[in-house]
């Protein structure tokens, strides 16, 4: 059975950093894209970061860019999202995903994490 499982949201000020962790078991080999998305109360989900099954090609949304740096270890079996000066907007629920494609939307993807909660306040 596979699991993807959150870490590490809370609540920061703006300008401040979080680091995301996404634990993968069960997964039958590394042979997996992963992302980041996130979804704010009353909107849709949205990409936030991916990257393929190697950790050498990754792709930002442009809200991200300059600010998240997406990452992997495959040996730990975790996917990582830094996440610095953060934004009031940065606001979400924040969810990791798993496919064996390279990942481009959230639709159709086979798995999913819960999410964790990141909250920026002014």
């Known amino acids: 059975q596979v699991q993807l499982v959150e870490s590490g949201g809370g609540s920061v000020q703006a300008g401040g950093s979080l680091r995301l962790s996404c634990a993968a078991s069960g997964l039958t080999n590394s042979y997996y894209a992963m992302g980041w998305f996130r979804q704010a109360p009353g909107q849709e989900r949205e990409l936030v970061a991916v990257i393929d099954w190697s950790g050498t090609l990754a792709n930002y949304a442009d809200s991200a860019k300059g600010r998240f740096t997406i990452s992997r270890s495959n040996a730990k079996n975790t996917l990582y999202l830094q996440m610095n000066n953060l934004k009031p907007e940065d606001t979400a629920v924040y969810y990791c995903?798993?496919?064996?494609?390279?990942?481009?939307?959230?639709?159709?993807?086979?798995?999913w994490g819960r999410g964790t909660l990141v909250t920026v306040s002014s």
């Open positions: 995903a798993a496919d064996r494609h390279y990942i481009r939307a959230a639709d159709g993807l086979e798995y």
